[in-house]
């Protein structure tokens, strides 16, 4: 961490064990995302019953490169947030989970799913294999048998209504992942 770890205190005395507790959870975040810039934690127990049956909460606020990682944890109706070491736990758990996602993110490891698009069978070649869907706007991309997912070529017809995902091929677009099927087809 660039900035040392900020602890405030709201409502509780301030606990060397709690304290001890807290700063062996944020230096393992560390081993998870190497480039936290500053960790700021709020312990609060705002529901004194000066006793059993205190309920804490726990505000984490974590700042990376490109944003911060808010984690709060306030008392459900459960009991569980009775123990503070439990919601000591649980949210530094969820600030460990949300750095591996900015991690992930960051390198670019975020698997995109590709948003299939509306086209039609406008030719089909069946001695080279291949066809040419038409879409909506006009334009034709290139398909191979190979690209059909559940459906037979050699029964397929012009005008049939797929679905398809389009990559960039080396003579143009390219539809790969035709799917068949009636779709809402708006030439």
């Known amino acids: 961490m660039k900035l040392p770890l ?5 409502g509780i005395s301030q606990s060397d064990a709690i304290e001890t507790a807290i700063r062996e959870k944020a230096d393992k975040l560390e081993q998870f995302y190497d480039k936290i810039m500053a960790c700021r934690v ?24 490109g944003g911060e990682i808010v984690v709060r ?10 123990d503070i070491y439990v919601v000591i736990r649980d949210v530094f758990d969820d600030a460990r989970r949300q750095l591996q996602d900015h991690a992930r993110k960051e390198r670019g490891d975020v698997k995109v799913h ?11 070649f069946p001695a080279e294999d291949y066809g040419v869907l038409e879409t909506p706007d006009g ?4 398909f191979h048998k190979n690209a ?5 070529f050699d029964t397929l017809h012009e005008g049939t209504e797929v679905l398809y995902v389009e990559e960039q091929g080396n003579e143009g677009p390219e539809a790969r992942q035709v799917v068949l099927g009636k779709h809402a087809w708006q030439p």
């Open 148 to 152: 059909l997912i559940d459906g037979d």
């Open 6 to 10: 900020q602890i405030t205190w709201r």
């Open 139 to 142: 334009r034709e991309i290139y």
């Open 42 to 65: 709020t312990v609060d127990a705002p529901h004194q019953h000066g006793g059993k049956g205190n309920l804490y909460e726990i505000h984490l606020d974590i700042t990376v490169p």
């Open 73 to 82: 944890r306030n008392p459900p109706e459960r009991h569980t947030h009775e």
């Open 114 to 124: 590709d948003v299939p698009r509306h086209a039609r069978v406008l030719k089909k």
